[in-house]
Nanobody, 119 residues
Framework: QVQLVESGGGLVQPGGSLRLSCAASESLFNIYFMGWYRQAPGNERELVARISSGGMKYFQDSVKGRFTISRDTTINTVYLQMNSLKPEDTAVYYC?????????????WGQGTQVTVSS
């Protein structure tokens, strides 16, 4: 089991920035992918960004150029830096990790953190 602890959400004005952190209970090199999904009211959960164990990154088109994802492998933590935030970025952001468990790939989730972009 991978335990994920998130922090860093909050209320910010349009154009502002926030940084989300997600600390994993084990080495990031044991985790295939780690990143964030988000879910706004009435919408399905969508993948925002992820980073692989090898350091490859993926971003949803709507956040490219505004969000960056990075990691500190010494403290097993992944960061989502969100700049130029827009009201449509408002959602609950969930950290997740894909890890092999036996012969399966399982997904583990953080508790979620609210990001609200509003003036």
């Amino acid at each position: 089991q991978v335990q994920l602890v998130e922090s860093g959400g909050g209320l910010v004005q349009p154009g502002g920035s926030l940084r989300l952190s997600c600390a994993a209970s084990e080495s990031l090199f044991n985790i295939y992918f780690m990143g964030w999904y988000r879910q706004a009211p009435g919408n399905e959960r969508e993948l925002v960004a992820r980073i692989s164990s090898g350091g490859m990154k993926y971003f949803q088109d709507s956040v490219k150029g505004r969000f960056t994802i990075s990691r500190d492998t010494t403290i097993n933590t992944v960061y989502l830096q969100m700049n130029s935030l827009k009201p449509e970025d408002t959602a609950v952001y969930y950290c997740y990790a894909d890890r092999s468990v036996g012969s399966e790939i399982k997904q583990f989730w953080g508790q979620g953190t609210q990001v609200t972009v509003s003036s």
